[in-house]
């Protein structure tokens, strides 16, 4: 989908969403934001669609041009927000699980 499909004011299609999700997960796993990101989705609950829904409205122009209304788009719908926490939990869990292998002493052999 070209930018000149889609308009602000309509919801992104299903793949898109499912990557940009995965897109934000990548790089928060990445940068260590994890639990920074679970943390400000939790808190946000619902008010996180509603400013989503605002700044769209206020600040749409500027979003485009700093190509950053896909993701306002995105956070817009609660369902998507919920999927974020969830992949985000998920990234969490298997980052802990691999730090955990890697601080395990190798076993010795005699």
Do not use: H
Request: glycine share 4%; charged share 35%.
């Amino acid at each position: 989908m070209t930018q000149s499909e889609w308009r602000q004011w309509e919801d992104l299609p299903p793949e898109e969403e499912e990557r940009l999700i995965n897109e934000i997960v990548q790089r928060l796993v990445k940068r260590k934001l994890d639990t920074l990101g679970l943390m400000i989705l939790e808190s946000g609950g619902s008010l996180t669609n509603l400013f989503a829904e605002l700044w769209m409205g206020l600040y749409g122009p500027y979003f485009d041009f700093l190509s950053i209304d896909r993701y306002v788009a995105l956070l817009r719908k609660r369902s998507n927000v919920e999927k974020l926490i969830s992949k985000l939990e998920e990234a969490e869990k298997k980052e802990k699980e691999v730090s955990k292998q890697k601080a395990q002493p190798l076993p010795q052999t005699p």
